[in-house]
């Protein structure tokens, strides 16, 4: 299983950006999916998730700005990005708790490789 994410680049403050995260491999099933971010010299921070029923939490920080979505006929996860802060300049991860085979009884957890996103003042 592979984690694709992209969309990333450089960004004026109040831009917009939308990253999708495409999964693909074997699988059977995709539970939670969630975006994290990494700032230079911080740890890995969650943004937003996103259930297999469509429960979704933000982190406070990006509360009104961001929409987390999935497609699972497309296996893909989305995060449009609206009104952008320099703070919001990090490292953009993807990740999914994914079931592989119909009778595995737990999902493992994938990361996608990242994708940066640079918002200028």
């Known amino acids: 299983v592979q984690l694709q994410a992209s969309g990333g680049g450089l960004v004026q403050a109040g831009g917009s950006l939308r990253l999708p995260c495409a999964a693909s491999g074997s699988i059977f099933r995709i539970n939670t999916m969630g975006w994290y971010r990494q700032a230079p010299g911080s740890q890995r921070d969650l943004v937003a998730a996103v259930t297999s029923s469509g429960r979704i939490n933000y982190a406070d920080s990006v509360k009104g700005r961001f929409t987390i979505s999935r497609d699972d006929a497309k296996n893909t996860l989305y995060l449009q990005m609206n009104s952008l802060k320099p703070e919001d300049t990090a490292v953009y991860y993807c990740?999914?708790?994914?079931?592989?085979?119909?009778?595995?009884?737990?999902?493992?957890?994938?990361w996608g490789q990242g994708t940066l996103v640079t918002v200028s003042s």
């Open positions: 990740n999914a708790d994914i079931i592989r085979f119909r009778f595995d009884p737990v999902g493992h957890d994938y």
